[in-house]
């Protein structure tokens, strides 16, 4: 025989004792089926009955006036995720419309900018002559006036010239289309009132920029920087140090003629800012070199 090889009589004895072995195995385990069948029944039980739908038995009434509720306590996720029920029960009908509007500010206060303006640009496509379109314009204008502002804004504001403005600018884009179509809406005075203000930070904005060419003496880029400013934001509270700074880059530049008619302006328009300058131009000599 073979080294190391079995005889037949070893070999079937190895058999027997491994199936005994596989059967005594399958004893001490068979006390465990039960409780996996249960396991599994459970599991399958649950699979098959989904989260109880609290709003299945609520009338459309019922929903709406919780989730208005909800935005009255300020509650303002809660409020936009019972208005998301109301809609997905209720696909049509009185309140669902009433809630498409309402679930803008809702997501709006609880700072959801993007589904705010998606839902105010939903409700504009599908109620086209609603009375209420005027706000939902609005509040287009409003989502994006108040988005990046956070808490600690007002009290630690940003140089407007390292501040991002995109969001600005299409605020200020939405009032003025707002403004342009419902000019005697309720919500055009706060508009206006707004968009002034916006003005201001994008001239603010300008004027940073040309002052950071002037004292780098880029005066061309300068002038025109604050030119802009002069054409383009009348009004603004910027607009005296705008001029002031035309006059003082146009005299580095040498063009006197254009210091001298920025400089009646300013005059003519801000006498006391005027003056200041003239001192300046006393004291400093900066417009004889």
């Given amino acids: 025989m073979r080294l190391g090889a079995r005889s037949p009589d070893s070999a079937q004895q190895h058999l027997i004792l491994t199936h005994n072995g596989q059967l005594e195995r399958m004893k001490n385990t068979a006390h465990l089926l039960p409780f996996i069948a ?75 900018s993007p589904a705010a303006l998606a839902a105010a640009e939903r409700y504009i496509r599908l109620h086209p002559r609603s009375e209420q379109l005027d706000y939902a314009y609005y509040l287009k204008g409003l989502i994006k006036f108040n988005e990046n502002k956070g808490l600690l804004s007002g009290f630690l504001p940003l140089d407007p010239s390292k501040r991002d403005l995109t969001a600005d600018r299409a605020s200020y884009h939405f009032f003025e289309e707002f ?28 004027y940073h920029q040309a002052d950071y060419y002037y004292r780098r003496g880029a005066y061309l880029a300068a002038a025109n920087r604050a030119s ?17 700074l035309v006059v003082k880059a146009y005299h580095k530049l040498g063009l006197e003629d254009l210091a001298a008619d920025a400089e009646r302006v300013l005059a003519l328009n801000y006498p006391e800012k005027d003056a200041a300058l003239l001192e300046e131009e006393k004291t400093s000599k900066w417009y004889w070199f």
């Fill in 38 to 112: 249960l396991l599994m029944l459970s599991l399958t039980a649950c699979s098959n009955n989904p989260k109880e739908d609290p709003y299945e038995n609520s009338t459309a009434q019922q929903i709406y006036q919780e989730a208005h509720a909800k935005l009255e306590e300020d509650e303002y996720k809660k409020s936009a995720e019972v208005f998301e029920a109301l809609e997905a029960h209720y696909p049509f009908g009185d309140y669902t419309k009433q809630g498409q509007l309402e679930i803008v500010y809702s997501y709006y206060k609880a700072d959801e």
């Fill in 179 to 206: 403004v342009r179509r419902y000019s005697n809406s309720p919500y055009a005075a706060d508009a206006r009132q707004r968009m002034a203000y916006l003005r201001n930070e994008f001239a603010q904005a300008q």
């Fill in 228 to 244: 802009d400013i002069v054409k383009n934001f009348e009004g603004a509270t910027i607009m005296p140090d705008a001029l002031v």
